[in-house]
Structures are given as C-alpha cells and as structure tokens.
C-alpha cells in the first residue's frame, strides 16, 4: 500500500502559468482534500470531495479548481498561479470523513 | 477560519522530560483529534478522542478533553528526540466532515 502520494513534489512557476497537482489514494477511500499550509500556520481547506464526481470549496477555493473523475484520483490545478499561491500543498483522504491521511506533500512557488 | 488555537506556539524540553501541549477550540465538535508533523513532511494521525469521552491513552500519549471548557491537551511523557515535530490539534464539528485545524504547537527535544 503507497497510501496517499503526490505529484510532483516540487515546481516553480511563472506568475500567470498553469498546473495540475495531482493526489493519488490506494485505501479506497470517499473523501478527499485539498489543503494548503503556509508557515507558521495551519492547514487551510481548498477544496474537498466526498466521493467520485462531486467536488466542493472550502475556507480557500478561489484561483483554484479541483475535478475528482476517479474514485482513487484528485486533481488541483491552478489556472494562473499568483506569487499568493506560493505554498505546501497537501492532499488527504479519509475513509469517514473524520480521520485523515497524508500525502508526503507539493513545494509550489510562484515567481 | 482556524477554530483550534495551540498552546504553547513552541515548546523546547529535555529528553525525557513530559511535554503537554494544550488546544481550545470555539464551537461544539464531534470529535477532537492530535496529529504531528516532522518538518517538510504530511501529517500523521496520532490520536482521536470524542465528545462523550474525556480521557484517552496511546503508547506514551496521553489526551484529555473537556467540552465544558472547549479545551483539549496532549501529554507526551518520557520525551525522546524523535518526538520532536509539530503537534496540530484539529476538531470536526458535528454532522460534518471537514477539520477545523489549530496552527500548531512546535516541540523540540534537546538531546
């Protein structure tokens, strides 16, 4: 079992180019989130999914989008990165919505 | 908007010394939970308590809740140097399935 893995792990980009980061779960789990982390802070909620094909925002979805076409995969793209959107980007699933597993991580800077 | 506050913000002991590390949270939950992070890595689950519950045991771990007070705290006892991390507390309101993150409490272990 990988658990929970993502792609890629580092990127740097050029204000106003676009990217996909991509989540990966082999738990078979319904829900999956987006999260960002910037220093000294918590875990701030972008989007979520509660199962295949449903999509939700959460504290901090704007300039990001998020599709869920398979139940084991979740995407975040950035449509025109913004230096703001410099961050750790974390993906999680859980089986019941309550306890949560991490991926390993995405670096993102934004020149 | 983060509903856990930490407390301390850091925190630096002997090894082998108990470290407790506090968390007050705002609104009612279904459940707490105590995660870690070592640095530049994804959150680890270390411990759920819920509301009906007031104290719980794992390993080394201690945790308390008390919803009179809204406050929560983790006892690490016997400190080694890999304890050292960031410890984020992180509530899940009642019928829901997203979690509230606190912004962490850094502890260091000096060996």
């Known amino acids: 079992n990988a658990g929970v893995t993502q792609t890629p792990k580092f990127r740097v980009l050029k204000t106003g180019q676009s990217m996909t980061l991509l989540c990966a779960q082999d738990?078979?789990?319904?829900?999956m989130y987006w999260y960002r982390q910037d220093p000294g802070m918590g875990l701030r909620l972008i989007h979520y999914?509660?199962?295949?094909?449903?999509?939700a925002k959460g504290e901090v979805p704007d300039g990001y989008n998020v599709s869920r076409l398979k139940k084991q995969n979740f995407l975040l793209g950035l449509e025109s990165a913004a230096p703001s959107q410099t961050s750790v980007y974390f993906c999680?699933?859980?089986?019941?919505?309550?306890?949560?597993?991490f991926g390993p991580g995405t670096r993102l800077t934004v020149l | 908007s983060q509903q856990g506050e930490e407390d301390p913000q850091a925190l630096s002991i002997q090894e082998g010394e108990n470290a407790t590390m506090n968390c007050s949270y705002k609104?009612?939950?279904?459940?707490l939970q105590w995660y870690r992070q070592n640095s530049g890595r994804g959150l680890v689950h270390l411990i759920l308590?819920?509301?009906n519950e007031r104290e719980k045991h794992s390993g080394r771990l201690r945790v308390t809740l008390d919803t009179s007070k809204k406050s929560s705290s983790l006892l690490i006892t016997a400190s080694r140097a890999a304890d050292t991390a960031s410890y984020f507390c992180?509530?899940?309101?009642?019928?829901?399935?997203?979690?509230?993150w606190g912004a962490g409490t850094k502890l260091i272990i000096k060996p």
């Open positions: 999680a699933s859980s089986r019941t919505g309550s306890e949560q597993f």
């Open positions: 992180a509530t899940v309101p009642p019928l829901n399935y997203q979690l509230i």
């Open positions: 609104t009612s939950i279904n459940n």
């Open positions: 308590i819920r509301s």
């Open positions: 999914s509660v199962g295949e094909g449903t999509t």
């Open positions: 738990m078979n789990h319904e829900y």
